[in-house]
């Protein structure tokens, strides 16, 4: 077998979660007032023309990688919460496409969500786990943090936008594919990191995703983010997402021909979609 056509269950297990967004067909959404809210526009335009896809973790280490100009030749470009680009163009590009919110950074006053032009005229996926085997009824009472109100808000204010929530169900799916991956070594139930829906979120669209500092590379330099001075480990090994069970996961779908030149000296796990599961 060559080398590219070599089976990655894991990759598998991460599509087979089917990470998605909500849709207005989607029960209990079609009998619902606030279901008409979602976007009638796909989650991304021309999906046939996508052939390469960036991920741009938060992390510390992307400080002075000067990787933004081989962030900004991929098709698309996904990126974090308030995660801003301006000021920092050198190190992670200027261009965004699509941006994974949670929830907390929907509802807090101090990021804005509804006004920031941080989260205009780019797609919005924002997600919430609710509580684990919840029902999407439960969900819209008992969200972690109420993202609902602000999300009508920024909808009603901008009906052209593509704005989506992701399926809870599917948030929860993607946590069962990495504690098949993780196999007898239990992961916290506690939902993976944004970077982690984003990934799942993503590779179904995209034949090839190159992966930011995930994995952290020789860079590694203690630093929370790359755009504030917090010292913080936690955010890269993690506390309460399973932080480390993903990256070990995503290190496993790694298929750069020079794998660990890479991930380890420049920072970048590349990602092949599977042809068919
Ligand atoms: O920090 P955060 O994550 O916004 O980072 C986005 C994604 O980048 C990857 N990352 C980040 C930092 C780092 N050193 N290494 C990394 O690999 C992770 O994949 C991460 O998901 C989140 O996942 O949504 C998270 O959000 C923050 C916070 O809510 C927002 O930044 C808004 O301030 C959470 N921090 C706290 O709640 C204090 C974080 O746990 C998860």
Known sequence: DSFEEQYYP????????????????DAPFNKLPFGRLFPRQKLFRNVKDIKTCAIVSSAGSLAGSKLGRFIDTHDIVMRFNHAPTQGHEVDVGS????????SQVVTKPEFDFTRAPIFRNVTIA???????NGTLEDWLTSADYDLFTNYELYRRRYPKSRAFLIDPHSVWRLWQSLQMFAGSRPISRNP???GFIGLALLLPHCPQVDFVEYVP???????????????????TFGSWHPLAAEKLMA???????DDDMSVFQFGILRIRRPDKL
């Open 95 to 102: 261009k965004t496409t699509i941006r994974v919110v949670n």
């Open 10 to 25: 894991s990759t598998c297990l991460v599509m087979e979660a089917g990470v998605r967004v909500l849709r207005r067909k």
């Open 217 to 235: 590379s020789t860079r590694l330099n203690g630093r929370c983010h790359y755009y504030s001075k917090e010292m913080n480990s936690a955010c």
């Open 192 to 194: 993976p990191s944004s």
């Open 126 to 132: 924002a997600w919430d786990p609710g509580k684990y």
């Open 251 to 257: 290190l496993d779908m790694n298929m750069a021909e």
